[in-house]
């Protein structure tokens, strides 16, 4: 792997071998010293667009947790204000010889392009409505670890899925890692090509009883001003991931940041079933992971052993 | 010590510690070299709701100094632009694993609550109008290296007492170092419960000829249009910090950023009795010291020794 | 040297010193391992008042290549907001003790009162319509790595000449290494006192074909807005660089970032000719040799030897 740009390039064995190491790494994170040297010397840019407390934390810990030295740009205070291009951006901070750019922007595709622009390795933190592939990786992780795997799990995401990158590189995975995928929501929010993802559809919370997963999506205020649905309050009503409407011993999961009272109850968020701090806590690890498989593991020239992440 | 959430936490003995192994970095920092691996592998994170030159610097270069991992969160560019609660925002922040969290914030006591949410030890870099310890700690480590001792100094602090982080911590830590405090100011910028201080209070700078230290307030701009004062001008006429007003050997203090003109004079700020600069310089060893006490001493599981930082 | 405050302090043994480091750091560059223990141990405070991908990045990049520690200061975020002197924030920033400050504000002259009011080394990283010398340094740089020498090289210096800082001190460096400089734009974008440069003046291009470097400057939008230019769609046909109008063999320089069809042709900027990304390239590598010339060499008390970086 040289980039990681959508969640469609990861066949089976990429993703678990990325888990695998991941979960190397959080050993090493329970010590007292949780820095390793694999990536000493080495230079991460952060490239981010869009506000994301979450997101650029975790790649800059996980950089840094590797001994790699990392530089933000973000798009306020940026020659963006000044109205460059993507591509001069990029093209000029790839003369700073970096060695992977990991970019969030509202464009989808971007990270792609980036990729021909410049020989470092890119990583997409989100763009656009259109994927999301870390943050699929670390919920794929984060299933595992708890249950062993996924192959004949039902997971069901429910929400604003139209407008969702999560939602796409999730089901990607998930069905990748043999789940049985629902997704679930209004139908002004789901996308009209839904078809092709290959999972089940439902305009109604009708059947999560069945789900052994609930995997709630982020509700944005303006979708209710854009008139996706016609009041929050409604939408809640309908489609609020909530501990009674589903299974005693159905797990929770949510990419964060979490709307309580709209997407999912307050209770649903703090319950046991809950794994939306597991969720976060994977961001650091999958992360390195992600970070070691493109600078170390490609560098090396050779397929990288399993569990020997330093 | 775990947390450092409130100048009300600090015995005498606490103080004087903190203060010494302040002086004992000090001396380590007149080398060329100012870097100690005290905190080698320890991250450090800076939740800044509010700007702030001089306390996230002081405290970025503090953690760095002590070889510390530094991740800086502001309230621009975070999830709370999206509307996530500082639960959510801390519980997310908390799943990286640091090891401290320095948090700013206009809310008075979120500090505390943070210590209930997170493993991590928590700082308190002023929340709101109600603590600012670490100012309270450089103050008084300011005026022990210049006199040795605080016992049975007179100090008045001096101007908007009521809305001041700073003269309530401040209060406290001088009393508990044996000074005798005087809240100055004009009875609308005064708490009404300033009794409970124990400080003696004046509502005008009759009296202040006495003083061995005055340590003037910032006097914000919007103080005056919310009418709390007629005018600026007004209240630099009454309350100013000025040379004139004060005795000969009397030394002057301020928690910076200062208003030239306004609550104290452009003369007094730049004079040999000013000690303005000299709290900015203990801003850094006095973070050294208090991220030392949460994060080496306690881990350590014994007390630490005097003077032995690195 | 102490300081780095314009292009006017510095005569040819400097630049070729610093251009001769710079390469030398070029070539460890090329390594996979590009970091230097040069600056360990060291500070760098970045200090910018105003928005700057390409600056602010690679002396962040040159100062952790050469493992100095840095510390970013912006203007939204800091004391400034609060209404803070240039001069108060500098003493208190400088009361931190960093290595070296490098700034770029709005306000000529700047960076030279810094130098009175701190220990700091001081780099200037732009100070309003006045110097740039870092930019002037690399740009020489690009050309010595190309071409070898400028001595005899005609070069044009095309486009808003009054508001450019990058002119004032490219015009005196370029001089400096022996070139022969032609200004070049419409007269409302001259300067009035434009003999003093010794520099030739045009006001068009006609002529432009016997250049063998044609430099464009930045043509900001709110120029036109103001009425130093009709349109700027006049402007670019009168002054746009261009293959068409520049001899086959002429070299193609802009500072960064570029407004692609205004004063550049997109042709032109992506042309082999054109040594833009080269100029950018040699941004990390040129202000590692100046913050090595100001910290080590300075401080080591001798004359730097040659091709010694680390």
């Known amino acids: ?13 990429d993703i678990e071998r990325i888990c695998d ?3 190397a790494f959080a050993e090493t994170q329970e010590r007292d010293v949780k820095k390793l040297p694999a990536l000493r010397n080495r230079t991460v840019l952060n490239l981010f667009y869009e506000a994301s407390t979450r997101t650029r934390g975790s790649f ?9 030295d990392v530089v933000n740009f973000t798009a306020s205070g940026s020659s963006t204000e000044k109205g460059e291009s993507l591509k001069d951006t990029v093209l000029t901070l790839s003369a700073h010889q970096p060695d992977a750019i990991v970019i969030r922007c509202p464009w989808a595709g971007a990270p792609a392009l980036l990729a021909d622009w410049t020989d470092a390795a890119i ?3 989100g763009d656009g409505k259109h994927e999301h592939p870390t943050q699929a990786l670390l919920d794929v992780y984060t299933l595992r670890r708890r249950l062993g795997a996924l192959d004949g799990l039902n997971v069901w995401i429910v929400g604003d899925v139209l407008h969702s990158r999560v939602a796409r590189s999730n089901v990607r995975l998930f069905q990748e890692m043999g789940a049985n ?3 679930a929501g209004p139908p002004t929010l789901m996308p009209r090509d839904i078809g ?3 999972a089940a559809v439902s305009y109604s919370l009708d059947g999560v009883g069945e789900a052994d997963v609930v995997y709630a999506l982020r509700m944005q205020n303006e979708r209710m001003q854009e008139a996706y ?3 929050l309050r409604e939408y809640s009503w309908f489609f609020q991931v909530d501990s009674r409407r589903i299974a005693p011993g159905a797990l929770i999961m949510h990419p964060g940041p979490v709307n309580r009272g709209v997407e999912i109850s307050a209770e649903a968020t703090d319950s046991e079933r809950s794994l939306i701090l597991d969720q976060v806590e994977a961001g650091v690890v999958v992360r390195m992971a992600v970070l070691y498989e493109l600078l170390a593991a490609s560098r090396a020239g050779s397929p990288v052993r399993e569990g020997a992440p330093a």
């Open 21 to 23: 190491r991941a979960a």
């Open 123 to 125: 990583v997409n933190a």
């Open 181 to 183: 995928v629902t997704l």
């Open 229 to 231: 649905v016609p009041s």
């Open 60 to 68: 800059e810990l996980a950089a840094k947790r590797l001994s790699a």
């Open 196 to 198: 092709v993802t290959g």
């Open 1 to 13: 792997m040289k980039h990681l740009l959508t969640a469609q390039d990861l066949a089976r064995q």
